[in-house]
């Protein structure tokens, strides 16, 4: 079982690059299973827990004891940690910390250590979740079923139980491991470049199975039908929207858009010299009212004709790799899954 759970990270070469189960449609938040929906197209909830995590708890805690002397340490109930997927854990994760170091151009604290909170048993995990207070984009809409994992800014720990569909238990790992990274090095990031970043490590090519290639790919078809109806968001309008306004959005195409924005700006490197001087510049200011805004302005300033020349090279880049990537003729049965995960979402 536990290597069947983790047998994503074990990297089948030396390169390489939250979840969530919706009802309905079999796809992983990572979101619907199915070959094209969010397993691999969105690892939704995942991610989202990360972010607007808070706990409501009165009075003194006791503090977590945690065990492991690596990069990982760990804090199990109920679930057991074999020492070999214990290395496997603390291999994968310093070879994202070090992908995060070269995309970002930072220096790794030395005192940083990922925390991680494992249930063998999902009623505990939900009772430790309700318990904590843990504010998640989205989770309104899909419930507490449908959370895979999150990490809490508020104790610094990535929390998740393990998964009946095990092999999403690395992706969720990337995934909310990407959050702890950041969190630990920035301050104030907007929630769409923390998403996108998440989403974009979260499948190293490396320890892609052939059903995390055909979801990404549907991800790329998924955008461009978006844009070719009409239904993509507003690039100045996402970029600026707030956390609280996460929770109002569908959120498989919310995760699906940070990926595809965060992608686009990692893909050259005067791209990504924009993305870290929005980090640099808004780690180092205090938050306040109008803050999102200005990461929309200073995108706006800083890119070359602006930011509806960023949209529109955003675009054309979408259309260009999903020809390449997601076949036209399969748009259209692509465009009937998504009405009906429309549908399931609801309102």
């Known amino acids: ?39 691999g197209l969105v690892p939704l909830f995942c991610l989202f827990a990360n972010l607007g995590s808070a706990a409501s708890g ?20 109920d679930y057991t940690l074999a020492p070999h997927i214990e290395k496997s854990i603390n291999q994968v994760v310093q070879r994202l910390l070090e992908q995060h170091k070269r995309t970002f151009k930072f220096n790794g604290r030395p005192d940083f250590r990922l925390h991680m909170r494992i249930f063998g048993k999902f009623d505990d995990y939900a009772q430790f979740t309700t318990n904590q207070g843990v504010q998640v984009p989205g989770l309104s809409r899909a419930g507490l079923t449908n959370l895979a994992g999150y990490y809490s800014r508020r104790t610094k720990e990535l929390v998740t139980w393990r998964q009946q569909v095990s092999s999403t238990f690395g992706n969720v790992l990337l ?18 470049l ?4 998440a989403e974009y490590f979260a499948y190293p090519p490396d320890m892609q199975d052939q059903r995390d290639v055909r979801n990404l790919r549907a991800r790329w078809g998924l955008l461009n039908l978006w844009l070719r109806d009409g ?22 195409k919310a995760y699906i858009t940070s990926w595809s924005i965060f992608q686009f700006l990692a893909s050259t490197e005067a791209n990504r010299n924009i993305t870290r001087k929005l980090l640099t510049d808004r780690s180092g200011q205090p938050p306040r009212r109008g803050f999102e805004a200005e990461g929309a302005a200073m995108l706006d300033t800083e890119y070359p004709g602006g930011l509806k020349k960023l ?37």
């Open 1 to 39: 079982m536990e290597r069947d759970a983790f047998r994503h990270l074990q990297p089948r070469s030396s390169s390489g690059s939250a979840l969530v189960k919706r009802k309905g449609l079999r796809v992983r938040r990572s979101h619907m299973r199915r070959i094209l929906f969010i397993t």
């Open 58 to 77: 009165t009075g003194e805690e006791a503090p977590t004891k945690y065990q492991g002397a690596g990069l990982c340490q760990f804090a199990l109930q």
């Open 175 to 192: 995934h909310e491991a990407s959050h702890a990274i950041m969190d630990a090095h920035f301050r104030n990031s907007p929630q769409w």
């Open 194 to 197: 923390l998403e996108g970043c």
């Open 231 to 252: 239904k993509l968001a507003s690039l100045p309008m996402f970029v600026n929207a707030k956390q609280s306004d996460w929770d109002k959005m569908d959120i498989d």
């Open 311 to 347: 949209e529109a090279d955003w675009h054309r880049w979408i259309v260009q790799t999903g020809r390449q990537l997601f076949p036209e003729k399969s748009l259209d049965k692509l465009r009937e899954f998504d009405q009906e995960r429309e549908r399931r979402q609801g309102p």
